[in-house]
C-alpha cells in the first residue's frame, strides 16, 4: 500500500474553505487517491475520490497534482457539522480490497 | 442507496460473556464485508474481511478463535465476541462492498462495546 501523510490537524473558520493536504509519493500508477472522514462517534463517511484529473462533487473537490504525489481536498464553504477526522488513502479498485487507516487530519471547524 | 446497518448501536456486557454483533446491508447485497475496531482517539484497525459463505481471513494479530465472524446470506454478517474482557472495550465499525458495484466500502454506523 501507498502510504500518506497528512497533517495532524487544523482549524478552519465557518463559512470558508478548508484545504487539506495529503502527501502519497509512492502511489502507483493504478491506485486511486480517496478521502473518507469521520465524525466523532460514527462510521466512517465516502466524500470523493480521483485518478488523475480534478473531481468535484456536492460535498468537496479533489485537487491532485500531475504527478500525483499529493492532492488537496477543499470543502468550500466550512461548517460546525464539518467537524471531523479526514483520511486520504490510497488504494486499489477492488471489492475486497482492505483499507489502511492512517491517523489523519482531525479538522475543526470554528464559529 | 447502499446503506449499512449496525445492531446494536451500542451494548454493555460483564466480562465473561459473548456478545454478538450484526451488520446488515439494507439495500444492496454485499460481495465483501469487513470489521474494523476503533479504540478511543486511535484509528481505525482491520480485523478481518469475510465472503459470504465462506471462513472470514483475520488480520494478524487478531485472535480468530475470540472474535467470530459469520458471513450467512449476502446481507448479513455477524461479529462475536466471546468470553469478552474490559480490554475488548472499542467501537466495532463494518462496512460491505455493493456486488456488481462501483468497489466502493460502504461503512455502518458503529457498535460501542463496553465491557464491565
Known amino acids: 500500500d501507498a502510504k500518506t501523510t497528512q497533517p495532524t490537524s487544523m482549524d478552519c473558520a465557518e463559512g470558508r474553505a478548508a484545504n487539506l493536504p495529503c502527501n502519497h509519493s509512492?502511489?502507483?500508477?493504478?491506485?486511486?487517491v480517496y478521502w473518507y472522514r469521520q465524525i466523532h462517534s460514527q462510521g466512517p463517511q465516502y466524500i470523493i475520490h480521483?485518478?488523475?484529473n480534478n473531481e468535484t462533487n456536492e460535498m468537496a473537490s479533489l485537487i491532485i497534482t500531475e504527478d500525483r504525489k499529493s492532492s488537496t481536498l477543499i470543502l468550500p464553504h466550512a461548517t460546525l457539522r464539518d467537524t471531523a477526522v479526514y483520511y486520504c488513502?490510497?488504494?486499489?479498485?477492488?471489492?475486497?480490497?482492505?483499507?489502511?487507516f492512517g491517523a489523519g487530519t482531525t479538522v475543526t471547524v470554528r464559529a | 442507496g447502499a446503506v449499512v446497518s449496525q445492531h446494536p448501536s451500542w451494548v454493555i456486557c460483564k466480562s465473561g460473556t459473548s456478545v454478538k454483533i450484526e451488520c446488515r446491508s439494507l439495500?444492496?447485497?454485499?460481495?465483501?464485508m469487513f470489521w474494523y475496531r476503533q479504540f478511543p482517539k486511535q484509528s481505525l484497525m482491520l480485523m478481518a474481511t469475510?465472503?459470504?459463505?465462506?471462513?472470514?481471513?483475520?488480520e494478524q494479530g487478531v485472535e480468530k478463535d475470540k472474535f467470530l465472524i459469520n458471513h450467512a446470506s449476502l446481507t448479513l454478517s455477524t461479529l462475536t465476541v466471546t468470553s469478552a474482557h474490559p480490554e475488548d472495550s472499542s467501537f466495532y465499525i463494518c462496512?460491505?462492498?455493493?456486488?456488481?458495484?462501483?468497489?466502493?466500502?460502504?461503512f455502518g454506523p458503529g457498535t460501542r462495546l463496553t465491557v464491565t
Open positions: 469475510s465472503n459470504e459463505g465462506s471462513k472470514a481471513t483475520y
Open positions: 462496512s460491505a462492498t455493493y456486488l456488481g458495484g462501483d468497489y466502493e466500502q460502504y
Open positions: 439495500d444492496f447485497q454485499a460481495t465483501t
Open positions: 509512492t502511489i502507483s500508477g493504478n491506485e486511486y
Open positions: 488513502i490510497v488504494r486499489f479498485r477492488s471489492n475486497d480490497y482492505k483499507l489502511s
Open positions: 480521483g485518478l488523475k
